[in-house]
């Protein structure tokens, strides 16, 4: 089915250690988001990317790299994991705004990252 | 500086009752307004959004939403509230203009609908 996968779904770390999640499309947009949500402050953006090569930073880019090689893959790296990165952590792609179909994302379903 | 609000951490409504979910913006220009509901563990699934045109639009599931201007509102509306809407929903503004590959989130509201 169309739409964005994030692998994996659940996720436990130990402080310090780094790990990438996952986030692939098969919609052929242009932009890609990483969000984190945590309790009472809604989405906050991480990292996006408007196209192949191209990425810039969100609100809440500290302790996150990412890289955009493919236009379907844009993955998520935790260079050296805290418990402040306890959270739920979502992808989102959309069309670029010259080719916009709804003018809105489409998300993944979310992995659920606790650092302890 | 761009943000969304809702004001409400949850809102608590009787089945067959109305009910509203409420969302106030500050955007320069005309925004894209849109709301998301998430179901638990779940992503978020896009509901509705108003781009140009009618104030008044239509979505999933029986919901509406009010486009106001001139109070910088964008509240979700349903006639008769079913116990399935029971969830997180979220408001989302993006930027016409300016930042247009954002999205601004409101906090989100807990919508209860008991029996």
């Known amino acids: 089915n169309a739409g964005v996968t994030q692998t994996p779904k659940f996720q436990v770390l130990k402080t310090g250690q780094s790990m990438t999640l996952q986030c692939a499309q098969d919609?052929?947009?242009?932009?890609m988001s990483w969000y984190r949500q945590d309790p009472g402050m809604g989405l906050r953006l991480i990292h996006y990317?408007?196209?192949?090569?191209?990425?810039d930073q969100g609100e809440v880019p500290n302790g996150y790299n990412v890289s955009r090689s493919t236009t379907e893959d844009f993955p998520l790296r935790l260079l050296s994991a805290a418990p402040s990165q306890t959270s739920v952590y979502f992808c989102?792609?959309?069309?670029?705004?010259?080719?916009?179909?709804?003018?809105?994302?489409?998300f993944g379903s979310g992995t659920r990252l606790t650092v302890v | 500086a761009q943000s969304v609000a809702q004001p409400e951490d949850q809102v608590n409504v009787a089945e067959g009752n109305p009910l509203t979910v409420k969302c106030t913006y500050s955007?320069?220009?005309?925004?894209?307004l849109f709301w998301y509901v998430q179901y638990p563990n779940r992503g978020l699934q896009f509901l509705l959004k108003?781009?140009?045109?009618?104030?008044l639009v239509k979505g999933s599931y029986g919901f509406e939403a009010e486009f106001n201007k001139s109070q910088t509102s964008f509240h979700l509306k349903k006639p008769s509230a079913l116990v399935s809407d029971s969830a997180l929903y979220f408001c989302?503004?993006?930027?016409?203009?300016?930042?247009?590959?954002?999205?601004?989130f409101g906090s989100g509201t807990k919508l209860n609908v008991k029996p």
């Open positions: 989102a792609s959309s069309y670029r705004r010259d080719r916009l179909k709804n003018y809105g994302y489409t």
């Open positions: 919609m052929n947009h242009e932009y």
């Open positions: 990317s408007v196209g192949a090569g191209i990425t």
């Open positions: 955007v320069s220009g005309n925004p894209y």
């Open positions: 108003y781009i140009t045109g009618d104030n």
């Open positions: 989302a503004v993006r930027d016409r203009l300016y930042n247009f590959n954002k999205f601004y």
